[in-house]
């Protein structure tokens, strides 16, 4: 569904209202809702600037100046954001070849990005490239099946990483498309990659032994390929138990998200929004207490400065 | 593959964070949660956050000064295209010409895949910007000496995916194969050997080119092939001529 700024907000303050109406003692006096919303963008491309008017087919769109206005406004007027971005934060305009990745970083920081996962062209100034950009992020990269053992970034990203929002539990992890072929090899270096499933189906189970109530994949491996190359429709059929792929590498427009019924029914969206900030996919999930469950009491760790 | 998270990483991160949980969640779903998702585009009715911009505008400024300039004119805007496209041919004809200035032997054709070639040339002034916007990646040139097989290989490539772009070679293509190839002129010979221009990261096997990785490498420049887009054309506007290219059936498919 495509909608106009107008629309987008309308909708978003009705959905809250509908909610209120709906009776949750949590909601009562807050006008915020308790949706959780989920705010997503892929292959940005170090597009710093909007694209130029050169009679191109986005020109005038995207800009991170305006992503970050549209995250602000969002922000307002819900209480429960995260915002993820699925890789390939860097290469494609001159901002990128001058300054490294510096400014992508901190605008992504200033935007308060909850996490990120690495696509291929985070390596196009190599290991090195990367890591010296690393002091200007101030959310963390999430790549669940590369292992950086025998690199400089040892220890430097998570596997996965679970975000607790308001009640909500979500467990996040990342998956990167394999290196070899896309990136030369003096880039990457000593990176070993994991296949995807295996790494997957280890992530999702532990997640959800963590008790988190959604599990979201931030993916590189692209949406889909015409042979039987790992993507995301096929993760969606192989893996089961995660509720959102938030995809991106092949610069994919989806107008909604795809729906799969993966092994034992559960359900998988897929969701990918182009490239260059020309869209930010925004999902929202609206919890209903599970009745037909017991509802266990969690008991949590909270990490403060 | 789990790994746990170092505590330094932790502190670095949790001022951004309203909780981290590590342990003792529930053990089962508290909640159904129904998604509901909108695509919102990002366009001329948001204005720029203010201090967004406050971060963007001192790199902008130095940015501009450099890329702003304007270092010729194209005759009119080129594109790639589904198979041969007059960008494509554009840079392949940019490498093979500026290579020859830099290499002694003889340089039989070049080759660039269109998924490299990352933006247009806008039809009126071309700036320094525009050929960063094409050529993004740092890659240098090579040039290879590759054998008959090494050659075929290649024209393999390009006729069952049709996104290479070549200088000085022709090839025919039917069923998604290399019926006929002309290289410099002349009939493909299984014997010859042929020297070719190409960005590193082709040589060392790149989008699909593996059979590359067993050519001799002649030589090694430690020029990028995105400056000697932007000389190329600097000396095209020096000579008072445009930037221009046209589909002229390099790539010519057999329906």
Redesign the interface.
């Known amino acids: 569904m495509k909608m106009d700024r107008r629309e987008f907000i309308s909708q978003t303050i009705s959905s809250s209202i509908g909610l209120s109406l709906m009776g949750f003692p949590a909601l009562a006096g807050n006008p915020m809702g308790n949706d959780l919303t989920i705010l997503h963008t892929n292959d940005m491309h170090s597009r710093i600037d909007p694209f130029p008017y050169d009679g191109g087919k986005y020109a005038g769109k995207g800009g991170m100046a305006r992503r970050a206005q549209l995250i602000k406004e969002i922000r307002n007027r819900e209480s429960q954001v995260l915002l993820f971005d699925a890789g390939d934060i860097f290469q494609g305009t001159p901002y990128f070849n001058m300054f490294g990745g510096e400014l992508e970083f901190r605008l992504m920081s200033q935007m308060r990005y909850d996490a990120a996962t690495l696509g291929n062209h985070d390596f196009d100034n190599g290991i090195d490239g990367l890591e010296r950009q690393l002091p200007h992020a101030k959310f963390p990269f999430i790549i669940s099946n590369y292992d950086f053992t025998a690199t400089s970034l040892h220890q430097r990203f998570l596997s996965y990483k679970i975000f607790q929002k308001g009640a909500i539990s979500v467990g996040v992890f990342g998956l990167g498309i394999e290196l070899q072929g896309l990136v030369s090899e003096k880039l990457f270096g000593n990176i070993r990659y994991l296949d995807p499933v295996p790494v997957a189906n280890e992530m999702v189970q532990h997640l959800r032994s963590m008790g988190c109530d959604l599990v979201i994949c931030l993916s590189h491996l692209g949406y889909r390929y015409s042979n039987d190359k790992i993507s995301d429709q096929i993760l969606a059929n192989d893996v089961h138990g995660i509720d959102l792929i938030i995809g991106g590498h092949t610069h994919t427009f989806m107008e909604k998200p795809e729906t799969v019924t993966g092994p034992d029914g559960h359900t998988t969206i897929i969701n990918q929004v182009g490239f260059g900030g020309i869209n930010l996919g925004r999902v929202n999930y609206k919890p209903t207490p599970n009745h037909g469950r017991a509802t266990a009491t969690s008991s949590t760790v909270k990490v403060t400065n | 593959?789990?790994?746990l998270?170092?505590l330094k990483?932790?502190?670095?991160?949790?001022?951004?964070?309203?909780?981290?949980?590590?342990?003792?969640?529930?053990?089962?779903?508290?909640?159904?949660?129904?998604?509901?998702?909108?695509?919102?585009?990002?366009?001329?009715?948001?204005?720029?956050?203010s201090?967004?911009?406050a971060?963007?505008v001192p790199?902008?400024n130095?940015?501009r000064m450099?890329?702003e300039v304007v270092i010729g004119h194209s005759e009119k805007?080129l594109v790639l295209g589904k198979v041969e496209s007059p960008l494509g041919n554009f840079v392949a004809d940019a490498i093979l010409f500026q290579s020859r200035l830099n290499f002694t032997g003889k340089i039989h054709m070049s080759v660039v895949a269109n998924e490299g070639i990352?933006a247009?040339i806008?039809?009126g002034p071309v700036k320094?910007?525009t050929v960063?916007?094409l050529m993004?990646?740092?890659n240098l040139l090579y040039i290879l000496e590759l054998n008959g097989a090494q050659t075929r290989s290649l024209f393999n490539l390009l006729a069952s995916n049709k996104r290479l772009s070549i200088g000085n070679s022709v090839v025919l293509v039917e069923d998604d194969k290399p019926l006929k190839i002309f290289i410099d002129g002349e009939p493909f010979r299984a014997d010859q050997k042929y020297v070719l221009a190409v960005a590193?990261?082709y040589a060392?096997?790149?989008?699909?080119m593996?059979f590359l990785t067993e050519a001799k490498v002649l030589a090694k420049f430690n020029l990028k092939i995105r400056d000697m887009i932007i000389e190329h054309i600097v000396s095209l506007e020096s000579k008072g001529k445009a930037v221009n290219a046209e589909i002229e059936g390099r790539v010519k498919l057999i329906p």
């Open positions: 593959m789990i790994t998270i170092d990483t932790i502190t670095h991160f949790c001022t951004l964070l309203i909780s981290v949980v590590f342990l003792h969640c529930a053990p089962s779903t508290n909640f159904l949660l129904e998604p509901h998702s909108v695509l919102i585009p990002i366009d001329t009715s948001f204005r720029a956050d201090s967004a911009e971060i963007i790199y902008r130095r940015m450099q890329m805007r990352r247009p806008p039809k320094r910007a960063y916007e993004p990646f740092e590193d990261y060392q096997g790149g989008s699909g593996s």
